[in-house]
């Protein structure tokens, strides 16, 4: 389902829920959807299906060892979010996430949860946490991407996914995934990563 580089390059991960289901609809779609089947072919589309495996066996938004895999990365880590995490990346799951991050160029990636519907992008942290909106360099784009995606998800059922700054719309944390994937993709000098935050209608999970 991928194709050689220089391809751009898309990943998907729920950082501690399922989402093997976005490739069943990728392949169910591609011999009769000319867009799935352009994106197919000419895109490379990583999908981690489960970043959490213990949380999804025990039903917690943590993992065996009790971090909350959200909270363990680090940018802006802070030991008050995640416990009881000595530190930044301790667990093998966002190690594991870092070194496929770190590793391939990616143009966008989807961040899956639960517990709200809406679309959110950076930033998502207490650096940002301002009493007025602190945009990002790449926010308009970002803007623009969301409100696409919201009209072309349609209405979920309670109206459209609402969209814009994680700070503004939902709150600020310590650690999590979608911020320290916005700023590594800039710190390592690759492609500004396009890092969004969906919570479907009906997904079941923890909350973000």
């Not at 609809?25 to 990583?46: C, F, G, M, S």
Request: glycine content about 10%; overall charge negative.
């Amino acid at each position: 389902m991928t194709v050689s580089l220089p391809s751009p390059e898309a990943g998907a991960t729920a950082p501690s829920r399922r989402e093997d289901w976005l490739a069943w609809w990728l392949t169910k779609n591609y011999a009769q959807n000319p867009w799935v089947k352009y994106l197919i072919d000419h895109r490379e589309i990583y999908i981690l299906p489960l970043l959490n495996p213990d949380g999804h066996e025990l039903s917690q938004r943590a993992n065996a060892n009790g971090v909350d895999l959200n909270r363990n990365y680090d940018y802006d880590w802070s030991s008050s979010e995640g416990a009881p995490a000595s530190g930044p990346f301790t667990e093998v799951e966002t190690q594991c996430l870092r070194g496929l991050i770190e590793e391939h160029q990616f143009l966008s990636a989807v961040s899956w949860h639960a517990g709200t519907h809406g679309i959110y992008y950076a930033w998502g942290d207490y650096i940002h946490a301002t009493s007025a909106s602190d945009p990002s360099p790449d926010n308009a784009i970002y803007y623009q991407m969301a409100q696409l995606m919201s009209r072309e998800a349609g209405d979920y059922g309670a109206g459209y996914y609402e969209y814009g700054i994680c700070n503004d719309l939902l709150y600020p944390c310590h650690g999590a995934f979608e911020d320290w994937a916005y700023a590594a993709h800039v710190l390592y000098g690759t492609i500004n990563g396009t890092v969004y935050t969906l919570a479907p209608e009906g997904y079941a999970g923890a909350g973000i």
